[in-house]
Every structure is written in structure tokens, then in C-alpha cells.
């Protein structure tokens, strides 16, 4: 079950003033550390690498978060080999001590969450709440799977008999070497959701994160080696994807693959390592949505106009689940455009640090070129921009990426902004009849991670719950439309484009991901 701190600490985290000076505090230490040089993990080595990166943070480009390694195909060939080395001591770890260990993970994450959360405000420009709120449910996500490894004893489960003097039972086993590639958005809690599924039923772990964010993955690797995690067992490896694809979808020795990110290159690695392999393997994919909110004529307005602005606005429009398009009822479309205008005006963006921001930076120059891709499509087809629209260039922002929120309304339903996602603060509005014609629209799209809808009716509620098609649904969620899931709360879970398995991270089969199943049948 979740932590009773961490969720106490969730629910009230804006209105909990003890956390700010500890924060500030992990700043000013994280600060004397800025631009120091990291090396790779693999096995039981520090590696260093012939060529390396610096890593900027998107807040100040002339702020130097580290300098990492590029690895290379033979680094990545050196991890998976480490982690196939390491695999059948694992394995073989009693899945309880495995457990043990993994509480122990959970307990050092609470206790390094301030330095953690301020690590990722550098690397990613994510403000203070929501850069804790990330370790905290990183705490929750390990708790919730040590107990659920608890409640399904290891997952093994007797049978039946087959005939005389015939006992059978099933065993769950893990796979193997999975290699972990992990986003920028959630660089924390999405690897260490990944690499936990992985580790707590005895995979091996090779741990590729984001080259937006590599300073977060190996906060999240020392977590896991200073808790009991032999190293090898866990591998820590840096520099650009493309590096490492072959050798992850080629090497026999790799079991499966765990991926967070983009559609395009999911579905790459999925083609590549279906192709590539001796046989079929598991691949999980997460790979984000254009996510709809639908508003009727019999929505609380209040809560709707919040809690869109928080899903579309929340970490800059860059969570897999945001709000990105809203399609509005014809009776209130008027009265909600000019909540969301107010709303959204009252939205500061501003250094990530500072705790009145809601807003930071987007990730890099080329999120900001897509905004501007964005807002001149939207005008040059005839859309008009309710409020926004602007790169921030001066004063505090002229180091950084950064960006207004942004509401386009008038679009044709069938534009493309209504279709492709961009993943930035920048979310377009159509008109509707009603009910019907919103979900029609609303599942219209090869995605399927979140919706939301805004009803007090609850005929019309049930409707959208019966009809939408996307794995995580909400109905009058003011503190966040399409966005917030939290482990054992909510299965974050995509549907088509959105992820592969069906099997949502934060949902009692996640951990089904990572294991195959093995009849065994003994006969007296």
C-alpha cells in the first residue's frame, strides 16, 4: 500500500511551508557540485568513456548540470553482458530478500528527496512540487510492488490435479536483462518505475537514461547499489539513444526491453528488436497521447477551468498525460474560454526554483522550435490565439527555453493540432453540440493514455467512463483534468499508440510485465 507519509505529504504539498527551506537547502548543496565530471556504472567498474557531454539546464543554458560519458555500442554490449553475468545469482535471491532489499530503496529515496527533487529541477527545469511530488510517488511505487510481490506470494500459486497422485503448481520466472530507457519528463519515478518491475522479480537491469536528464538516472542507480542491490545486477550507462539501439535490439542475451518516450522511436525499437530477436520477447512501450478533456453543459465550471489549466499547463504541457485539446459544449463554450483566458493570465512561468513558479522551461531549443511551429499553424489555418503564444527571450528568461501558456481556439476539428502531439503548455479548443459529438472527437486518434470530462451529471458521466476509449480516465478532477496518477490509486496505463502491454504502471498486473510463467507438476 502507499506510504501514509508520502500520500498525506501529496495531498497537501502546496500548503506544507516545512518543505520549502529543505529544498532551498538541496539547492545551495547541489549547487557546489554543478558541471562535475560522472562516470558510467557497468558491473563492478567506473567507466570512462573517450568522448563526453556537458548537459545544460534548460532554465540557464550557461549553467553546466555535469559532464557525462558517451558510451558506445561496446558499452553497451559490456552492460548487457554484466547484467546477463549477474542474472542467475539474482534470480535466484529469494524473491522476500529481494523485497527487503527494495523497501530499503524506497526508505533511501525518502530520505535523499530533497537533493533528488533538486537534481531535477536542474536537469529538467521542473518546479519544487512537482519535482517532489515525483520522488514521493517514486517512494509509493516501491512500497506498492513490495507489497504486492507479499499479497501474490512471490507469484506462486498451487493448482489443480491432473490426475493420481498429481501436485501442480505455477511459478512465476523472471526473463532476464532488460534494458531501462527512460524519459526526460519523469526522469525519477518512469525509471525507477521500470527498473523496479524489473529488479523486484529478479531481472537484471542495464539503466540508459535520457541524455536530458543523466544526473537523475544516477541518483536513482546509487539508490539502488547503496540498498543492497549487487552492482551488475543494475548498470548505468549514458550518451545518445541511438548508441545503444542495436546492441539492445540485436544482443541475444537481452531479454526484453522497458522504453518511455516518443511514438516514433518506440515504435522503431519495437520493429527493430520483433525483427532482430531469435524468437518473440516482451517489449514495453509507454509512448505518450494527445490527451482530451471534454466539458458539457452541466459541468461545474469553476473546477473544469482549474482543473484543465493544471493538466494542460502542469510541468509545461510535457507529461505524457496532459491536457492538450478540450472540446467544449455550445451552451458554455463562452463562459469556460473566458475562465480559461483568466485562469491562465494568472499562471507565472518564471525560474523553476522559485517557489511561486508554475511554469519552468521546456526541455530544449527544439521544444521551442516546435512551439513556434505550432503557433503559426494554428494562425496561418485561420485559429486565433486566446492567450499566449510567445517566446519569453527577455530579462530572466533570456538564458532559457521558455514559453507562454497557450490556448488556440477556431481551429477546424480535423486540424492537425488537434491530432499531432507536441508535447508543450499549448492546448487547442474546438466548439461542440454535445456529449456524443465530444467523445466521438475525443476517440479520434491512434492514442489512448488519458481523458477527462467535466459533468455534474452522472448519466453523462457514466457515458464517457462506457464509450471513451483510453486506458485512464477522470470525471471531475479539479486538481489535474488528465493528469496526476499515482501509484495504487490509478493504473497509468496507454492504450494503441499509447504503450504495449495493457499492464499499467501503479495497477496490480504491472509486475506481469516482467515474468513467465513455468507449470510445475510433481507426482507422488
Not at 506498492?144 to 506470494?153: K, P, Q, W
Not at 488537434?418 to 456529449?435: G, H
Request: hydrophobic share 40%; proline share 5%.
Amino acid at each position: 500500500m502507499p506510504s501514509k507519509t508520502a500520500k498525506i505529504t501529496y495531498v497537501t504539498l502546496l500548503a506544507d511551508e516545512s518543505i520549502h527551506p529543505k529544498y532551498e537547502a538541496a539547492l545551495e548543496r547541489f549547487e557546489k557540485e554543478l558541471g562535475k565530471k560522472y562516470p558510467m556504472h557497468i558491473g563492478s567498474k567506473e567507466v570512462w568513456a573517450d568522448e563526453e557531454f556537458e548537459h545544460h539546464s534548460p532554465m540557464d543554458t550557461s549553467v553546466i548540470v555535469g559532464r557525462f560519458q558517451v558510451g558506445t555500442r561496446s558499452h553497451a554490449k559490456a552492460a548487457v553482458e554484466a547484467a546477463r553475468d549477474a542474472f542467475e545469482g539474482w534470480s535466484a535471491t529469494p524473491w522476500r530478500k529481494r523485497v527487503a532489499v527494495m523497501r530499503k530503496v524506497a526508505s533511501l529515496i525518502d530520505e535523499r528527496k530533497f537533493d533528488i527533487a533538486a537534481r531535477i529541477t536542474y536537469e529538467v527545469g521542473k518546479n519544487r512540487s512537482e519535482a517532489l511530488a515525483e520522488c514521493w510517488e517514486a517512494v509509493d511505487v516501491v512500497n506498492l510492488y513490495a507489497g504486492v510481490m507479499e499479497s501474490h506470494n512471490g507469484y506462486v500459486e498451487k493448482l489443480g490435479s491432473g490426475g493420481p497422485g498429481e501436485k501442480g503448481k505455477m511459478v512465476a520466472k523472471p526473463l532476464g536483462v532488460w534494458p531501462i530507457v527512460s524519459p526526460f519528463n519523469f526522469p525519477f519515478m518512469l525509471a525507477n518505475g521500470m527498473a523496479l518491475g524489473a529488479l523486484i522479480t529478479g531481472n537484471t537491469v542495464v539503466l540508459k537514461p535520457t541524455s536530458e536528464a543523466p544526473l537523475t538516472g544516477l541518483m536513482l542507480y546509487r539508490c539502488y547499489v547503496e540498498s543492497g542491490v549487487p552492482r551488475g545486477v543494475v548498470n548505468y550507462v549514458t550518451g545518445p539513444g541511438g548508441n545503444f539501439e542495436e546492441e539492445f535490439t540485436k544482443n541475444p542475451a537481452v531479454a526484453g526491453i522497458a522504453f518511455t518516450g516518443s511514438r516514433d522511436v518506440g515504435m522503431k525499437l519495437y520493429h527493430e528488436f520483433l525483427s532482430d530477436q531469435q524468437y518473440p520477447k516482451p517489449i514495453l512501450l509507454e509512448m505518450g497521447s494527445k490527451n482530451p478533456t471534454i466539458v458539457t453543459d452541466r459541468a461545474d465550471l469553476e473546477k473544469a477551468v482549474e482543473g484543465t489549466v493544471r493538466s494542460a499547463f502542469g510541468y509545461d504541457g510535457q507529461k505524457c498525460s496532459a491536457t492538450s485539446r478540450a472540446y467544449v459544449q455550445s451552451g458554455v463554450y463562452d463562459e469556460f474560454l473566458d475562465g480559461l483566458k483568466r485562469r491562465a493570465k494568472a499562471v507565472v512561468v518564471g525560474d523553476p526554483r522559485r517557489k511561486e513558479t508554475f511554469m519552468g522551461p521546456v526541455i530544449n531549443e527544439a521544444a521551442v522550435k516546435r512551439f513556434r511551429s505550432a503557433v503559426k499553424a494554428a494562425v496561418s489555418s485561420g485559429g486565433r490565439v486566446l492567450i499566449g503564444g510567445n517566446v519569453l527571450k527577455s530579462g530572466i528568461f533570456r538564458e532559457g527555453f521558455y514559453v507562454q501558456p497557450t490556448v488556440i481556439v477556431g481551429l477546424p476539428v480535423n486540424h492537425a493540432l488537434f491530432s499531432d502531439e507536441i508535447f508543450l503548455p499549448f492546448v487547442a479548443v474546438a466548439k461542440v453540440r454535445d456529449l456524443e459529438e465530444a467523445i466521438r472527437l475525443a476517440n479520434d486518434t491512434p492514442y489512448g493514455l488519458t481523458a477527462g470530462i467535466f459533468s455534474e451529471d452522472v448519466k453523462e458521466v457514466g457515458e464517457f467512463m462506457d464509450r471513451v476509449r483510453f486506458g485512464v480516465v477522470y470525471a471531475n478532477r479539479r486538481g489535474g483534468s488528465t493528469t496526476g496518477a499515482w501509484p495504487g490509486a490509478q493504473t497509468f496505463v496507454g492504450w494503441n499508440a499509447s504503450g504495449s502491454t495493457g499492464k499499467g504502471i501503479g495497477g496490480p498486473n504491472y509486475l506481469l510485465t516482467f515474468l513467465r510463467e513455468q507449470s510445475q507438476t510433481v507426482v507422488d
